[in-house]
C-alpha cells in the first residue's frame, strides 16, 4: 500500500480531514456512479443518504453511540452502496471523522472501493491486523482526504469470517476506531442463513437494515428482523424504491433526464422508522 496513504496520529488525521482537498474531475469521472454521496452530494439521491446520516447523527447526540451497521436479509441488497454512500454523507461534514469498516470477509466491495482508489486491489486490512499483531490500524486504513474518509478494507489473508469477528483483536480494533472516529459505518454480510452478523451485533450500537424493492422476499425480511437484536435496529432503508419520485419534490434526476435514464439511475433510498411494516415482494 502506498505509505502516503496511511496515517501514524490522531492530529495528522484532524490535519488531513481540514486540509480542504477536492477530488479533481478525473478522479471523480473513475468513480462508480452509484457512490452518489461522492460523486453527486448535490443530487437528490445523495439527499435520501443525508436523512440516513440523520439518523445516525441523531444516535450519536442521543445515546453516544457511533457505530453502525449496514446489513440486509440476503445478497445483494445494496449494502455496500448504501454503507459507502452513507458514510460519504456524513463525511460531507468536514469536521467530522469518519471511517468505514468493510467486515464482508465473504464479498468485500472491493470492486466499488477499487473505482475511487486502485489501492484498494491489494491493501491489506482487518485479516491482516487479526493475523498479525505486529500490523496496526494505522498500517491498514485507507485514506481518502478528498472525502474526507477512512476506509478499513477486508484485507488479503484468507481467514475464516467467524474466526475474524470473534476474535479479541477484532474487538480492539473496533474500539480503536471509536477512540479515534466520530462515525463509523460498518458493511457486513448478510443475516439471513449466516453467523457473522450475530458476532458483529455486539461490537455496533446499532443497525440499519437494507430492503431492496423486487429484491428482497419478504420471509427472508422476517427471518432477518428475528435474527437481529431489536433494540439495535434503528431503520429500514427501502433501496431502489420508485416510490419516492425526484420529479415529486421539484428535483431533476441525477442521471435521468426527461424520460431517459431512470431504470440505469441508482434508485432513490427510501427511509422508514423501525417496526414500519415490511412491504411486500
Ligand atoms: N440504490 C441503488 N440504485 C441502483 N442500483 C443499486 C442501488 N443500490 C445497489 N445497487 C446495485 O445493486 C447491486 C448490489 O449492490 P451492493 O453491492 O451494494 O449489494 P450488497 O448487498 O452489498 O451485495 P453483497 O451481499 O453481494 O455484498 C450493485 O450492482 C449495485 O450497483
Ligand atoms: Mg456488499
Given at each position: 500500500?502506498d505509505?502516503?496513504?496511511?496515517?501514524?496520529?490522531?492530529?495528522?488525521?484532524?490535519?488531513?480531514?481540514?486540509?480542504?482537498?477536492?477530488?479533481?474531475?478525473?478522479?471523480?469521472?473513475?468513480?462508480?456512479?452509484?457512490?452518489?454521496?461522492?460523486?453527486?452530494?448535490?443530487?437528490?439521491?445523495?439527499?435520501?443518504?443525508?436523512?440516513?446520516?440523520?439518523?445516525?447523527?441523531?444516535?450519536r447526540?442521543?445515546?453516544?453511540?457511533?457505530?453502525?451497521?449496514v446489513?440486509?436479509?440476503?445478497?445483494?441488497?445494496?449494502?455496500?452502496?448504501?454503507?459507502i454512500n452513507?458514510?460519504?454523507?456524513?463525511?460531507?461534514?468536514?469536521?467530522?471523522?469518519?471511517?468505514?469498516?468493510?467486515?464482508?470477509?465473504?464479498?468485500?466491495?472491493?470492486?466499488?472501493?477499487?473505482?475511487?482508489?486502485s489501492?484498494?486491489s491489494?491493501?491489506q486490512?482487518?485479516?491482516?491486523?487479526?493475523?498479525?499483531?505486529?500490523?496496526?490500524?494505522?498500517?491498514?486504513?485507507?485514506?481518502?482526504?478528498?472525502?474526507?474518509l477512512?476506509?478499513?478494507?477486508?484485507?488479503?489473508?484468507?481467514?475464516?469470517?467467524?474466526?475474524v469477528?470473534?476474535?479479541?483483536?477484532?474487538?480492539?480494533?473496533?474500539?480503536?476506531?471509536?477512540?479515534?472516529?466520530?462515525?463509523?459505518?460498518?458493511?457486513?454480510?448478510?443475516?439471513?442463513?449466516?453467523?457473522?452478523?450475530?458476532?458483529?451485533?455486539?461490537?455496533?450500537?446499532g443497525?440499519?437494515?437494507?430492503?431492496?424493492?423486487?429484491?428482497?422476499?419478504?420471509?427472508?425480511?422476517?427471518e432477518?428482523?428475528?435474527?437481529?437484536?431489536?433494540?439495535?435496529?434503528?431503520?429500514?432503508?427501502?433501496?431502489?424504491?420508485?416510490?419516492?419520485?425526484?420529479?415529486?419534490?421539484?428535483?431533476?434526476?441525477?442521471?435521468?433526464?426527461?424520460?431517459?435514464?431512470?431504470?440505469?439511475?441508482?434508485?432513490?433510498?427510501?427511509?422508514?422508522?423501525?417496526?414500519?411494516?415490511?412491504?411486500?415482494?
Amino acid at each position: 500500500m502506498d505509505s502516503a496513504s496511511t496515517i501514524s496520529q490522531d492530529s495528522s488525521i484532524t490535519a488531513r480531514y481540514r486540509s480542504g482537498a477536492r477530488p479533481s474531475a478525473r478522479e471523480l469521472r473513475r468513480i462508480d456512479r452509484h457512490l452518489v454521496s461522492l460523486v453527486a452530494p448535490d443530487s437528490f439521491e445523495a439527499e435520501q443518504y443525508r436523512r440516513l446520516r440523520h439518523v445516525i447523527e441523531e444516535l450519536r447526540t442521543g445515546t453516544g453511540g457511533s457505530v453502525a451497521a449496514v446489513s440486509s436479509p440476503i445478497a445483494g441488497d445494496g449494502k455496500s452502496v448504501t454503507s459507502i454512500n452513507l458514510a460519504g454523507a456524513l463525511a460531507q461534514d468536514r469536521f467530522a471523522k469518519v471511517c468505514m469498516i468493510d467486515c464482508d470477509l465473504r464479498r468485500h466491495s472491493t470492486s466499488l472501493c477499487q473505482s475511487f482508489d486502485s489501492r484498494f486491489s491489494d491493501a491489506q486490512g482487518l485479516t491482516d491486523v487479526v493475523i498479525n499483531r505486529a500490523i496496526s490500524l494505522d498500517n491498514v486504513l485507507v485514506q481518502l482526504p478528498a472525502f474526507n474518509l477512512a476506509i478499513i478494507p477486508t484485507g488479503q489473508h484468507q481467514i475464516g469470517p467467524y474466526e475474524v469477528l470473534r476474535s479479541r483483536r477484532f474487538s480492539e480494533i473496533v474500539q480503536e476506531a471509536r477512540r479515534r472516529f466520530d462515525y463509523i459505518i460498518v458493511d457486513t454480510p448478510p443475516i439471513v442463513a449466516l453467523s457473522d452478523c450475530k458476532l458483529i451485533e455486539k461490537w455496533v450500537d446499532g443497525f440499519v437494515l437494507v430492503v431492496a424493492a423486487h429484491h428482497t422476499p419478504r420471509r427472508f425480511l422476517k427471518e432477518a428482523l428475528a435474527a437481529l437484536d431489536r433494540r439495535k435496529l434503528l431503520g429500514v432503508v427501502f433501496n431502489c424504491s420508485d416510490q419516492v419520485s425526484a420529479r415529486y419534490y421539484g428535483y431533476e434526476h441525477y442521471y435521468g433526464g426527461k424520460g431517459r435514464g431512470r431504470r440505469s439511475a441508482p434508485g432513490v433510498t427510501g427511509w422508514r422508522a423501525p417496526n414500519a411494516a415490511p412491504s411486500d415482494r
